[in-house]
């Protein structure tokens, strides 16, 4: 029972151009919502999160949403450089579970 | 910065030999966690401990046990290993859920049990 998912497993976009990556969910109780991203051999590192009083959260480069009433979030990277090229997890929570259920990943490839 | 450090970035194992996996952070954190990433599977969580000695299971706890005696340092235990545990496997920490503060990762280590 996947309750974090993410249906795209590959993403591949321009440089310069936007990223649009996407999450959904099935669990009404999530209330904390996270990005990492993810370079080979290394761990993930948090880019971004948004809690669920929020529909909007940004930082510089990157903007979160958040649709509550699809169950769905999405993260925009404007622009695109190659440095972004990894595997992006969306990752979603509880208050007070100390626990994250991670979906499944993206890989984005960014090409000049 | 926090950091979380893992002791082996590779490892290599038979199976049926016990493995430790070690992992250690300097922030003082009281959650610590154990993953392991699978391709098309994600992130999915072993064990997690909120204090000292408190351990409780996560999504897949089949194979393996954990230990926290100290507070920075939470290892991971593969009583038996078998060829399904090779994987990559990710320790991470962070503070109460209640301050809304994202779990940070070590760099992983990779583990091939032959």
């Known amino acids: 029972d996947q309750q974090v998912k993410q249906n795209s497993p590959s993403l591949s976009v321009q440089e310069g151009r936007i990223s649009i990556l996407n999450c959904d969910y099935t669990n009404s109780m999530f209330d904390y919502f996270l990005w990492y991203k993810k370079y080979p051999a290394e761990g993930p590192t948090f880019l971004i999160s948004i809690s669920s009083i929020k529909d909007k959260n940004e930082d510089g480069r990157f903007t979160v949403f958040l649709n509550k009433s699809a169950k769905h979030l999405s993260l925009h990277i404007v622009p695109s450089q190659p440095g972004d090229s990894a595997v992006y997890f969306c990752?979603?929570?509880?208050?007070?579970?100390?626990?994250?259920?991670f979906g499944t990943g993206t890989r984005l490839q960014v090409f000049p | 910065d926090v950091k979380v450090t893992q002791s082996s970035r590779y490892l290599v194992k038979r199976t049926g030999e016990k493995v430790f996996l070690e992992c250690v952070q300097d922030m003082d954190h009281e959650n610590m966690f154990w993953y392991r990433q699978d391709p098309g599977l994600g992130l999915r969580l072993i064990y997690f401990?909120?204090?000292?000695?408190?351990?409780e299971k996560g999504d897949i706890p089949e194979g393996y046990s954990v230990s926290r005696e100290k507070k920075e340092r939470f290892s991971l235990i593969l009583e038996s290993a078998s060829t399904n545990q090779t994987s990559m496997y990710l320790c991470?920490?962070?503070?109460?859920?209640?301050?809304?503060?994202?779990?940070?990762f070590g760099d992983g280590t990779r583990l091939s049990i032959l």
């Open positions: 401990s909120y204090d000292v000695k408190m351990k």
């Open positions: 990752a979603a929570s509880i208050y007070n579970t100390d626990k994250l259920i």
């Open positions: 991470a920490s962070s503070p109460p859920t209640d301050t809304y503060q994202p779990q940070h």
